[in-house]
């Protein structure tokens, strides 16, 4: 798999994100949703990057600089055709890299409480993430599970 920096410009990648845009309206409610869209993933604080198994799209993360120590995972998502297959693990490891490498000290997520992301927490659990409270801008909410690791 090519996990490779991304212009969000590719039709694929628009979908991938839309999809996901919409599958979290459809799960939480919107004063919950904190996604973003893809304009606001083009900001110049955010780096996007796309993973790709040949020529078909397999999931898509970003990093959100914070400050000059803390970093945001966002826009994390695996295409429906490789669900179950070890995406979601390569780009969490990839971006811990990522987040190391670009110097930061932790690294920082907001997820749903709802059932539907229960495999996501279990994941980031996995992977050294703790819970903690809200972070930067977040509000308490009771629809938000706020996480965070040392990178």
Known sequence: MLI?????????VIGLLR????????T???????????PALKAPNITFFSAWQGHMLAGCVALKKLNSTQAELKSMRTAHGFRNQGVASRLLSFIVNQAKEQGYES???ETG????FAAARQLYTKFGFELCGPFSDYQP??????????V
């Not at 999809?19 to 459809?26: C, Q, T, V, W």
């Open 4 to 12: 490779k920096q991304d212009d969000l410009s590719d039709d694929c």
């Open 19 to 26: 999809e996901h845009l919409s599958d979290m309206y459809a």
């Open 28 to 38: 939480s409610p919107p004063e919950s949703v904190h996604a973003l869209d893809i």
């Open 107 to 109: 690294l920082w997520l």
């Open 113 to 116: 409480t709802q059932d539907y």
């Open 141 to 150: 909410d009771p629809n938000s599970c706020f996480m965070r690791r040392k």
